[in-house]
């Protein structure tokens, strides 16, 4: 029972650098997520996915990008990276088609911007 | 806009009862959920309301009153364990809004 699989963990970028983000749930579900969270804060929403297909913003989507694989994959790129962009990243994933958004997180990745 | 406000912190005993408040601003959510993060982990879902009134799931209970735009997470019998931020998130469609968290701290 993986759940919802994130990688790299760890990651340390120059500035101007791109990476991509990789996320893979094998629960299903429709819905998958990207946030970051900075120290102390909650969490905010950079994209989604409601649907294989599909993508949308979300609170903050500036410089970054999102692709939907296929249902099992999202993937977060960050084109050029800035310190800013320093953060935790959780991929999430969720079954929206029925009552309840429980979503499902990943460990992170743990990025830093030099 | 749509927005949710709980306290930054709270202290309690281990063994004691605490509550934690979650007020929100909203023009609809389905439900309110309610989450735990630990430091360095993710979050991990909790409780969800999808209705008024209250949901209990062993030590854990969570309330919602959507008359009064407000929820609360009560924790009972609290371990050191127990100690972590908790979230509360309107499920507003495909989105969940969220709080900024409170971390619970537990004192022995």
């Known amino acids: 029972n993986a759940g919802v699989t994130q990688t790299p963990k760890f990651q340390v970028l120059k500035t101007g650098q791109s990476m991509t983000l990789q996320c893979a749930q094998d629960m299903n579900h429709n819905s998958m997520y990207w946030y970051r969270q900075d120290p102390g804060m909650g969490l905010r929403l950079i994209y989604y996915s409601a649907s294989e297909g599909t993508t949308d913003k979300g609170e903050v989507p500036n410089g970054y990008n999102v692709s939907r694989l296929n249902k099992r994959e999202f993937s977060l790129r960050l084109e050029s990276a800035a310190p800013s962009q320093t953060s935790v990243y959780f991929c999430?994933?969720?079954?929206?088609?029925?009552?309840?958004?429980?979503?499902?997180f990943g460990a992170g990745t743990r990025l830093s911007v030099l | 806009g749509q927005s949710l406000e709980q306290p930054s912190e709270v202290t309690a005993v281990e063994g004691a009862i605490v509550q934690i408040n979650c007020t929100y601003q909203t023009s609809g959510f389905y439900g309110l959920s309610w989450y735990q993060q630990h430091d360095g982990g993710a979050p991990t879902f909790l409780s969800y309301n999808a209705l008024d009134g209250l949901e209990e799931t062993g030590r854990f209970s969570s309330f919602l009153s959507r008359s009064d735009s407000y929820g609360y997470l009560l924790l009972q019998e609290l371990q050191m364990k127990d100690s972590a931020s908790y979230f509360c998130a309107g499920d507003s469609n495909y989105q969940l809004i969220w709080g900024a968290g409170t971390k619970l701290i537990i004192k022995p």
């Open positions: 999430a994933s969720s079954e929206r088609w029925t009552e309840k958004n429980i979503q499902y």
